[in-house]
């Protein structure tokens, strides 16, 4: 049976392929094209740092097995938190579930198929992420194609794994509490772990690796070294079984390499035989919603619509989606996830080490770029989905009487304001833990606000011009060829930003440093002109084409 | 008055809709008929602005639906075959929300939601999310909202799938009082045997032409069949 259930996959994949045609196989050429760039930009940061690494003396190679086995590490626990996630949609909620469970298919087979689905979902990020490490690893240490063959057929039975570890979890949780709020709870427990992860990576001061100096005892640092990372878990069976391919350890390969595979299977055999008992009660719990008794109060967007009723469209679109909103507990529980990510930011300004005034007031400047970056990541999750998000249900705000620009505008709405307070809160505190000067500080502050502004219009703007009302969860929509496009662009708009304020900063460390008449005027007419040209090119641009695009969307 | 001239609607080389024309009369219940891909879905979604057309022009009350779309949007309502709805919101805030987006006055809303919940005894969930709703239900409170707005023309994609019997009939009661308030209603259906008893005109589609139109015995009257002849043997003689 799960041959047939298989096939369907490969199926419609081969359709989707073959139905690149025209502009769409140009858009995703393009879309792969610059994602190979990005892939061997990342490859070149990773090979200086491993050549680094590998020319320590005496402790280079244990340090780059070493920095291996964290890494791998981290992308087993990475994906065992979006297997979690992820099957609670594929296992529970996919749209064909309902289809595939009124067939005469055996429930296993079924079970099977989503699970496959699941550890693709969960994984093929992480696994394309790691992939330069790899091979810059490999051109280090001087191996032959062999080694990359060997690490493609371990991570097969390694993210199977791990993606195991994430299906047994929701399975059994659904089967004990077998409640859509179930769904939300593990949302909110995936978000939770993913933040507590990340942040105590973080405090952990990993650099501290890379600065033996930092250990009292030599002798203490090595033996750190060798010892195994988790020994237990299958990221070091996949270490020791590429150190020993390295090594030309075929025995030691083949032991490492043979327990990856061994308790791959045993735990897919032990999931196919629990999924028998254990899925379809999860399954069946699923299906029905918890008890929920809504109020029937007036909404203050009500009241305030009755004393303005020309904002009643906007008013009215901002209720509805305050209250769907805050229901959603895939949307709100990300907002942990947003809390450590500012908590890692602030805390890494900090433990920065900077020493002189000019140096902390420079760092503040070009400080802007990295809080920008934030926001930008932030306003994919949250900016760029806003429009998709409307879903199947679109069709109720196309046949209404309102424009698709006041629908974009409500939107802005929702986006701008988080987006303007985390944006100030970042730079502002980061400011203040840097000790910046009254002109940085101003001029940070300035540029974030109005940055804030132009990454959330940029968000709208391009989520309206790559609107998606059918995909099942966010993370499809963040991945996306446009997701891609609206990061890309705001990046290019930050460096750009930067770029343009550089001449006044230079300005001013030349007046700090004593240098005589430092300031420019037309120098600075001509920052100030480019300024407001890139930030309505900015605001114009992307607005003007999601708007068009929107108008012309058919559902 | 819904009145539309020579509207085609293509995707690629498929013609979906082929230089349809045709007027429903205020008062007017139209039933537009034809088999899976005709075009009623897609003419329908036109009409309703969802959709643009490729030539030719469909208004609602007079205004063009692709020149003054909101006017247009303004005086019509349209209910597609699958009520997709906001999941989080309860049926309460849904009907709340379109009172507000359709300018219907407060007070009004709060006067007439609750008979329209009673009517369609939807009351005891009207606290509940519409995520829990079964398909019916959620049919009925599409219907529920039309009749809040009070629209001069209604557009109905195969309105009666999923409701139960007593709904059915009581969707046709109200069918036949929103069209005796002056409204124009068409009704894309399946059900011919409702076309014949409720429609006063109907059309039948077929390729993306209009191949016949007229009042239902107008249009039963093209059969060769021999004795009582029904609109369901004309259908199956002409789409054959």
Same mark, same amino acid.
């Given at each position: 049976?799960?041959?047939?259930?298989?096939?369907?996959?490969?199926?419609?994949?081969?359709?989707?392929?073959?139905?690149?045609?025209?502009?769409?196989?140009?858009?995703?050429?393009?879309?792969?094209?610059?994602?190979?760039?990005?892939?061997?930009?990342?490859?070149?940061?990773?090979?200086?740092?491993?050549?680094?690494?590998?020319?320590?003396?005496?402790?280079?190679?244990?340090?780059?097995?070493?920095?291996?086995?964290?890494?791998?590490?981290?992308?087993?626990?990475?994906?065992?938190?979006?297997?979690?996630?992820?099957?609670?949609?594929?296992?529970?909620?996919?749209?064909?579930?309902?289809?595939?469970?009124?067939?005469?298919?055996?429930?296993?087979?079924?079970?099977?198929?989503?699970?496959?689905?699941?550890?693709?979902?969960?994984?093929?990020?992480?696994?394309?992420?790691?992939?330069?490490?790899?091979?810059?690893?490999?051109?280090?240490?001087?191996?032959?194609?062999?080694?990359?063959?060997?690490?493609?057929?371990?991570?097969?039975?390694?993210?199977?794994?791990?993606?195991?570890?994430?299906?047994?979890?929701?399975?059994?949780?659904?089967?004990?509490?077998?409640?859509?709020?179930?769904?939300?709870?593990?949302?909110?427990?995936?978000?939770?772990?993913?933040?507590?992860?990340?942040?105590?990576?973080?405090?952990?001061?990993?650099?501290?690796?890379?600065?033996?100096?930092?250990?009292?005892?030599?002798?203490?640092?090595?033996?750190?070294?060798?010892?195994?990372?988790?020994?237990?878990?299958?990221?070091?069976?996949?270490?020791?079984?590429?150190?020993?391919?390295?090594?030309?350890?075929?025995?030691?390969?083949?032991?490492?390499?043979?327990?990856?595979?061994?308790?791959?299977?045993?735990?897919?055999?032990?999931?196919?035989?629990?999924?028998?008992?254990?899925?379809?009660?999860?399954?069946?719990?699923?299906?029905?919603?918890?008890?929920?008794?809504?109020?029937?109060?007036?909404?203050?967007?009500?009241?305030?619509?009755?004393?303005?009723?020309?904002?009643?469209?906007?008013?009215?679109?901002?209720?509805?989606?305050?209250?769907?909103?805050?229901?959603?507990?895939?949307?709100?529980?990300?907002?942990?996830?947003?809390?450590?990510?500012?908590?890692?930011?602030?805390?890494?300004?900090?433990?920065?080490?900077?020493?002189?005034?000019?140096?902390?007031?420079?760092?503040?400047?070009?400080?802007?770029?990295?809080?920008?970056?934030?926001?930008?990541?932030?306003?994919?999750?949250?900016?760029?989905?806003?429009?998709?998000?409307?879903?199947?249900?679109?069709?109720?705000?196309?046949?209404?009487?309102?424009?698709?620009?006041?629908?974009?505008?409500?939107?802005?709405?929702?986006?701008?304001?988080?987006?303007?307070?985390?944006?100030?809160?970042?730079?502002?505190?980061?400011?203040?833990?840097?000790?910046?000067?009254?002109?940085?500080?101003?001029?940070?502050?300035?540029?974030?606000?109005?940055?804030?502004?132009?990454?959330?219009?940029?968000?709208?703007?391009?989520?309206?011009?790559?609107?998606?009302?059918?995909?099942?969860?966010?993370?499809?929509?963040?991945?996306?060829?446009?997701?891609?496009?609206?990061?890309?662009?705001?990046?290019?708009?930050?460096?750009?930003?930067?770029?343009?304020?550089?001449?006044?900063?230079?300005?001013?460390?030349?007046?700090?440093?004593?240098?005589?008449?430092?300031?420019?005027?037309?120098?600075?007419?001509?920052?100030?002109?480019?300024?407001?040209?890139?930030?309505?090119?900015?605001?114009?641009?992307?607005?003007?084409?999601?708007?068009?695009?929107?108008?012309?969307?058919?559902? | 008055?819904?009145?539309?001239?020579?509207?085609?609607?293509?995707?690629?080389?498929?013609?979906?809709?082929?230089?349809?024309?045709?007027?429903?009369?205020?008062?007017?219940?139209?039933?537009?008929?034809?088999?899976?891909? =005709?075009?009623?879905?897609?003419?329908?979604?036109?009409? +309703?602005?969802? *959709?643009?057309?490729?030539?030719?022009? @469909? &208004? $609602?009350?007079?205004?063009?639906?692709?020149?003054?779309?909101?006017?247009?949007?303004?005086?019509?309502?349209?209910?597609?075959?699958?009520?997709?709805?906001?999941?989080?919101?309860?049926?309460?805030?849904?009907?709340?929300?379109?009172?507000?987006?359709?300018?219907?006055?407060?007070?009004?809303?709060?006067?007439?939601?609750?008979?329209?919940?009673?009517?369609?005894?939807?009351? =005891?969930?009207?606290?509940?999310?519409?995520?829990?709703? +079964?398909?019916? *239900?959620?049919?009925?409170?599409?219907? @529920? &909202? $039309?009749?809040?707005?009070?629209?001069?023309?209604?557009?109905?994609?195969?309105?009666?799938?999923?409701?139960?019997?007593?709904?059915?009939?009581?969707?046709?009661?109200?069918?036949?009082?929103?069209?005796?308030?002056?409204?124009?209603?068409?009704?894309?259906?399946?059900?011919?045997?409702?076309?014949?008893?409720?429609?006063?005109?109907?059309?039948?589609?077929?390729?993306?032409?209009?191949?016949?139109?007229?009042?239902?015995?107008?249009?039963?009257?093209?059969?060769?069949?021999?004795?009582?002849?029904?609109?369901?043997?004309?259908?199956?003689?002409?789409?054959?």
């Amino acid at each position: 049976m799960l041959p047939v259930l298989l096939k369907r996959k490969v199926l419609t994949f081969r359709n989707a392929l073959l139905g690149l045609r025209g502009w769409k196989l140009v858009k995703n050429l393009l879309f792969a094209g610059v994602g190979l760039m990005m892939l061997a930009a990342l490859y070149g940061g990773f090979w200086r740092l491993l050549n680094y690494l590998e020319g320590v003396e005496l402790i280079g190679p244990m340090l780059s097995w070493k920095l291996t086995s964290m890494v791998l590490l981290m992308t087993f626990s990475m994906v065992i938190v979006s297997s979690i996630i992820i099957s609670m949609t594929t296992l529970y909620y996919s749209f064909d579930l309902k289809f595939l469970f009124s067939t005469p298919l055996d429930l296993r087979a079924v079970f099977l198929d989503k699970a496959l689905e699941t550890v693709f979902y969960s994984s093929w990020t992480l696994i394309l992420a790691i992939l330069p490490y790899i091979i810059a690893l490999g051109r280090i240490k001087g191996l032959d194609a062999g080694f990359y063959l060997a690490y493609a057929f371990l991570m097969a039975p390694f993210v199977m794994l791990a993606g195991a570890v994430g299906i047994f979890f929701s399975m059994l949780v659904m089967y004990l509490f077998p409640s859509s709020k179930t769904r939300d709870i593990t949302w909110l427990l995936g978000s939770l772990s993913v933040a507590f992860v990340y942040v105590i990576f973080r405090f952990s001061k990993p650099e501290k690796l890379l600065r033996p100096d930092s250990l009292e005892i030599v002798a203490q640092y090595i033996q750190y070294l060798q010892s195994p990372t988790a020994p237990y878990m299958p990221s070091w069976w996949v270490t020791k079984a590429m150190v020993a391919y390295s090594a030309g350890n075929w025995a030691a390969f083949a032991v490492s390499a043979g327990v990856l595979c061994a308790a791959a299977g045993a735990l897919y055999l032990l999931l196919y035989a629990l999924a028998g008992r254990l899925y379809m009660r999860g399954f069946s719990g699923a299906q029905s919603s918890p008890r929920f008794k809504g109020r029937r109060d007036t909404l203050p967007e009500q009241r305030l619509a009755a004393r303005w009723p020309g904002l009643r469209a906007y008013l009215t679109l901002y209720w509805k989606d305050r209250l769907s909103l805050s229901r959603d507990a895939r949307y709100w529980s990300q907002i942990i996830l947003i809390g450590a990510l500012i908590a890692v930011y602030l805390f890494s300004i900090r433990q920065l080490p900077l020493d002189t005034a000019d140096l902390r007031s420079m760092v503040s400047f070009l400080n802007i770029g990295v809080a920008g970056f934030v926001m930008a990541a932030i306003g994919l999750r949250f900016t760029f989905p806003a429009v998709s998000l409307e879903g199947s249900s679109y069709w109720l705000l196309k046949s209404a009487p309102i424009t698709t620009a006041a629908v974009m505008r409500e939107k802005l709405l929702v986006s701008l304001l988080p987006s303007l307070l985390v944006g100030f809160l970042l730079i502002t505190v980061s400011n203040h833990l840097l000790g910046a000067d009254l002109f940085v500080s101003v001029l940070s502050t300035f540029t974030i606000l109005v940055a804030a502004l132009a990454i959330s219009v940029m968000g709208i703007g391009f989520g309206a011009v790559f609107p998606d009302f059918n995909v099942e969860n966010i993370h499809q929509l963040e991945s996306s060829y446009g997701g891609f496009l609206y990061m890309a662009t705001a990046m290019g708009y930050l460096a750009l930003l930067l770029g343009i304020e550089a001449w006044p900063v230079h300005m001013h460390f030349s007046e700090r440093m004593g240098r005589p008449n430092p300031w420019d005027l037309r120098g600075l007419a001509l920052c100030a002109g480019l300024f407001v040209a890139l930030n309505a090119a900015a605001l114009y641009l992307p607005w003007k084409a999601g708007a068009r695009n929107l108008e012309r969307h058919e559902v | 008055m819904i009145e539309i001239n020579n509207l085609t609607k293509t995707f690629g080389s498929f013609k979906a809709v082929d230089g349809l024309s045709l007027k429903v009369a205020p008062g007017e219940i139209f039933g537009f008929l034809g088999p899976n891909g =005709a075009g009623k879905t897609t003419t329908v979604k036109i009409l +309703s602005g969802i *959709m643009r057309p490729t030539s030719g022009t @469909a &208004s $609602v009350a007079g205004f063009d639906v692709a020149k003054e779309p909101l006017a247009a949007k303004r005086v019509m309502a349209y209910i597609p075959d699958e009520p997709f709805v906001y999941p989080k919101l309860t049926g309460w805030e849904f009907l709340r929300f379109i009172g507000d987006i359709y300018a219907v006055p407060a007070a009004e809303q709060r006067r007439r939601i609750p008979e329209l919940l009673e009517t369609f005894e939807l009351a =005891a969930h009207a606290g509940e999310l519409l995520e829990s709703y +079964s398909h019916g *239900m959620k049919q009925k409170l599409l219907i @529920a &909202s $039309v009749l809040l707005r009070r629209p001069k023309a209604v557009l109905f994609d195969e309105p009666t799938v999923g409701l139960d019997p007593k709904s059915i009939r009581r969707f046709k009661t109200l069918l036949t009082d929103i069209a005796r308030d002056g409204a124009a209603v068409f009704m894309c259906t399946h059900i011919l045997d409702m076309a014949e008893k409720l429609c006063h005109t109907v059309g039948i589609i077929y390729r993306g032409r209009l191949i016949t139109k007229g009042t239902v015995d107008e249009v039963k009257a093209l059969t060769t069949a021999q004795g009582a002849r029904s609109l369901e043997d004309v259908f199956l003689e002409l789409t054959e």
